[in-house]
């Protein structure tokens, strides 16, 4: 059974920075890419970060570019989300979510339940 | 990175059938097939219900069907079941990132 966890949420102050973590198992984690995508409270789904099987695809949304960095570690089976100069608008339920190919596409087959990131004073 | 468009809501009676729009440009849907749909009920993770614009993953009914033409992309749900009532939400890829629409919300009458 695929199984993601997510990890690292919590309350932080604006300009500070976290670490997400997803530790994922029941499936071969180095064969396939992974994603981070959020989901503010009330509100729509957005894409954050994806990452090949290899690492050697990465992309980011824009609103992210250049504050967070995504990687992953295929000897530890996870994935990992460094999250620098948070602002109030990237408080939101972060979720894992695993691809069913290799390749950087936009589909997630599989999600974590994810973890609550708060940022605020 | 502007989101997909999609209609806030859509409603049907069961049996029916509703379709959902999302728009895009050519650099998103109209450029790539590669557009998905996610299923999302209330306090759930989504759930992966259409792939490559008209792919269903194992396990989802044939009753959910997806198609594209032009920049905008569909996804038909036929034979509306009250479990059907939830936000749909539509995916591409768009060259280096991906996008999702802002999400539609089906409401089963």
């Known amino acids: 059974e695929v199984q993601l966890v997510e990890s690292g949420g919590g309350l932080v102050q604006p300009g500070r920075s976290l670490r997400l973590s997803c530790a994922a198992s029941?499936?071969?984690?180095?064969?396939?890419?992974m994603h981070w995508v959020r989901q503010a409270p009330g509100k729509g789904l957005e894409w954050v970060s994806g990452?090949?099987?290899?690492?050697?695809?990465?992309g980011y949304a824009d609103s992210v570019k250049g504050r967070f960095t995504i990687s992953r570690d295929n000897a530890k089976n996870s994935l990992y989300l460094q999250m620098n100069s948070l602002r109030a608008e990237d408080t939101a339920l972060y979720y894992c979510?695993?691809?069913?190919?290799?390749?950087?596409?936009?589909?997630?087959?599989?999600w974590g339940q994810g973890t609550l990131v708060t940022v605020s004073s | 990175q502007s989101a997909l468009t999609q209609p806030r809501s859509v409603s049907g009676s069961p049996g029916q059938s509703v379709t959902i729009s999302c728009t895009g440009t050519?650099?998103?849907?109209?450029?790539?097939?590669?557009v998905s749909w996610y299923q999302q009920h209330p306090g759930k993770a989504p759930k992966l219900m259409i792939y490559?614009?008209?792919k269903r993953p194992s396990g989802v009914p044939d009753r959910f069907s997806g198609s594209k033409s032009g920049n905008t992309a569909s996804l038909t749900i036929s034979g509306l079941q009250a479990e059907d009532e939830a936000d749909y939400y539509c995916?591409?890829?768009?060259?280096?990132?991906?996008?999702f629409g802002g999400g539609t919300k089906l409401t089963v009458l």
């Open positions: 990452i090949s099987w290899n690492s050697g695809s990465i």
């Open positions: 979510a695993k691809a069913p190919f290799g390749e950087l596409l936009p589909y997630f087959d599989y």
């Open positions: 490559d614009v008209s």
């Open positions: 029941g499936f071969t984690f180095d064969d396939y890419a």
């Open positions: 050519s650099s998103d849907v109209g450029g790539y097939n590669y």
């Open positions: 995916c591409s890829y768009a060259g280096s990132y991906t996008v």
